[in-house]
T-cell receptor, first 112, second 112 residues
Framework: DGGITQSPKYLFRKEGQNVTLSCEQN?????MYWYRQDPGQGLRLIYY???????QKGDIAEGYSVSREKKESFPLTVTSAQKNPTAFYLC???????????FGQGTRLTVV | RKEVEQDPGPFNVPEGATVAFNCTYS??????FFWYRQDCRKEPKLLMS???SGNEDGRFTAQLNRASQYISLLIRDSKLSDSATYLC?????????????FGKGTRLSVIA
């Protein structure tokens, strides 16, 4: 099946630990994105990538890091520097940046 | 003025009703517009693109008003299954390399 896969669906971590969220796509899309959504709020852009080995900060990049070593993969690391990491994290991809995007099922991260 | 603004609702309507949502955007150079649907605790899914000439898909009609910088979504003959949050999405500039910007969404509840 073609699509975007995020794993895991639910993730629990202790405060102070780094955690990496996985995002894989087999749609041959160049653009990939990470958004964060808090309860009752809209989507906020964390990082995006236009092409392999390139990525740009979004509106709320502090405390996060990404890599884009392969076209199919765009993992997000939530570091201990992120003050409020508990949220719903959504990965998306699109043909290019500036076209419609398609989302994975999301990862709910809870930091206790 | 925020880049993309929507009335958060909720809109509570009976089955069979017609309901319309508006969304305003601040960047007059914006070229691409979309409506996404997000069910509770799920990922957003592309509902439809919004073209300059307007477009219709079954019970859904999307329109663009460039002069007033807003887009609209009209749902006719509402079904219970239409209950969701509807997200307005804009690509702010015509550079081909700007990520999508999401409104916070308008919540719709269709009541039996």
């Amino acid at each position: 099946d073609g699509g975007i896969t995020q794993s895991p669906k639910y993730l629990f971590r202790k405060e102070g630990q780094n955690v990496t969220l996985s995002c894989e796509q087999n749609l041959n899309h160049d653009a990939m994105y990470w958004y964060r959504q808090d309860p009752g709020q809209g989507l906020r852009l964390i990082y995006y990538s236009q092409i392999v080995n390139d990525f740009q900060k979004g509106d709320i990049a502090e405390g996060y890091s990404v890599s884009r070593e392969k076209k199919e993969s765009f993992p997000l690391t939530v570091t201990s520097a992120q003050k409020n990491p508990t949220a719903f994290y959504l990965c998306a991809s699109g043909m290019t940046v500036g076209t419609e995007a398609f989302f994975g099922q999301g990862t709910r991260l809870t930091v206790v | 003025r925020k880049e993309v603004e929507q009335d958060p609702g909720p809109f509570n309507v009976p089955e069979g009703a017609t309901v319309a949502f508006n969304c305003t955007y601040s960047n007059s150079a914006s070229q691409s517009f979309f409506w996404y649907r997000q069910d509770c605790r799920k990922e957003p899914k592309l509902l439809m693109s919004v073209y300059s000439s307007g477009n219709e898909d079954g019970r859904f009609t999307a329109q663009l008003n460039r002069a007033s910088q807003y887009i609209s979504l009209l749902i006719r003959d509402s079904k219970l299954s239409d209950s969701a949050t509807y997200l307005c999405v804009v690509i702010p500039v015509n550079s081909g390399n700007t990520p999508l910007v999401f409104g916070k969404g308008t919540r719709l509840s269709v009541i039996a």
